[in-house]
């Protein structure tokens, strides 16, 4: 059976689901109950609609579920008429889905959380990561959302910095996480530029195929990470950066500045330069400089302090460092690279073993473990 093909689908049921008048929090569990479903019965034979399947599993078990529960007999009047089994017409949903899923009566975290959880098919561990909350609290802000969209009509879709910001999310954890969803987030944000002219939605395209230009290079044949300043910049994908770079350009040109035209700003300098020693780092500095003025993110910071002991030396980066919070995730990983080139192995030899116990992710376990392992090689001898 194939996991990405259910994985797909779920956007596009979810919002058919919706449409014909289930509340969110309903439409959900009737699509995880026809995955599980999908998940038993599809080995033996796939149908040959998979969408028009799932769709109408799901909307059954959410009339069974509409009609076990006496509170919603109102919603069961409306929704007593099961549509005709057959074929669904191919609509892509999944980018108005988003905004359904920012709606204006939740807050901007809450919605995230509830899009990232519902739409993007991320774990809760995964986007407590990315907001750098603990497991716990994030699971507590998704059941709030839930409750308060229990009910609502989505009629009244959310707004576009909401949606940005899901978007970036998946792409981040497709680009370095355990699920591939990068180039989905540059289909949808492609949907989006296409649809409204928006300079931060340039901005996010931008940011995005600027990275994802750089995606072959990041990992050696054995999977292992490959750091910025030993990737072979021949792997890189120049179409993708001369879009990623026209993009931008025309972005700012609108003199709109948004983080996301920021970010995009700093991820084509690295692009241009052809080696890591002739990257424009006091430029790079500069441009972090703007970026904390839009968003005084901890993350921003830390990125910031690297580039800083790049411009200036490793010294100036970690005096940068010394005003983040000790816990800040990757804090210790930059503070070990900075101690490296500041000549202190053995202190950076500890930091890196120090990091990889705290690691996000395996690969960058493993790859900090080698660093660690190869500073202790070089002491030892």
């Not at 959302?145 to 998946?170: E, I």
């Not at 981040?172 to 949808?188: C, F, K, P, T």
């Not at 995730?329 to 890196?352: I, K, M, S, V």
Request: charged share 25%; proline share 5%.
């Amino acid at each position: 059976m194939n996991d990405a093909l259910l994985r797909s689908l779920v956007p596009s049921v979810l919002a058919v689901l919706v449409r014909r008048g289930a509340d969110f929090a309903a439409a959900e569990d009737a699509v995880q109950d026809a995955l599980v479903e999908a998940v038993r019965v599809w080995p033996g034979e796939q149908p040959r609609d998979p969408r028009g399947w799932l769709v109408t599993v799901a909307w059954r078990r959410f009339l069974d579920a509409a009609r076990a529960d006496t509170a919603r007999r109102r919603r069961e009047d409306r929704t007593e008429e099961e549509p005709a089994p057959g074929p669904v017409p191919e609509v892509d949903d999944t980018l108005q889905l988003y905004f359904l899923c920012a709606h204006p009566s939740l807050t901007p975290a809450s919605a995230v959380a509830l899009t990232l959880r519902a739409v993007g098919g991320l774990t809760t561990r995964q986007f407590a990561q990315a907001y750098l909350v603990p497991e716990a609290t994030m699971a507590q802000r998704i059941s709030r959302a839930k409750r308060t969209v229990s009910g609502v009509r989505f009629d009244r879709p959310g707004d576009v910095s909401t949606v940005l910001r899901v978007l970036y999310l998946v792409f981040n954890e497709g680009y370095s996480g355990d699920v591939d969803l990068a180039a989905e987030a540059i289909r949808l944000t492609r949907q989006l530029a296409a649809a409204i002219d928006h300079p931060e939605v340039a901005g996010l395209l931008a940011l995005m195929l600027l990275h994802h230009a750089r995606r072959a290079a990041r990992t050696a044949a054995d999977g292992s990470l490959v750091a910025l300043a030993e990737q072979d910049r021949g792997r890189w994908d120049t179409e993708a950066i001369a879009e990623g770079v026209d993009i931008l350009q025309a972005a700012l040109a609108r003199d709109r500045l948004g983080e996301f035209q920021a970010q995009a700003a700093i991820a084509a300098l690295h692009a241009d330069a052809p080696t890591t020693e002739e990257t424009d780092w006091v430029q790079i500095v500069e441009w972090y400089d703007e970026l904390l003025r839009l968003t005084d993110s901890p993350v921003v910071r830390l990125n910031r302090a690297v580039a800083v002991g790049e411009a200036d030396g490793p010294r100036a980066g970690l005096a940068a460092l010394t005003a983040l919070d000790a816990a800040l995730p990757r804090r210790t990983a930059a503070a070990a690279y900075l101690h490296e080139r500041a000549g202190n192995p053995t202190t950076a030899a500890r930091l890196y073993a120090e990091a990889a116990r705290t690691a996000p992710n395996l690969p960058e376990r493993d790859h900090l473990t080698r660093q660690a392992a190869r500073l202790n090689t070089r002491l030892r001898g």
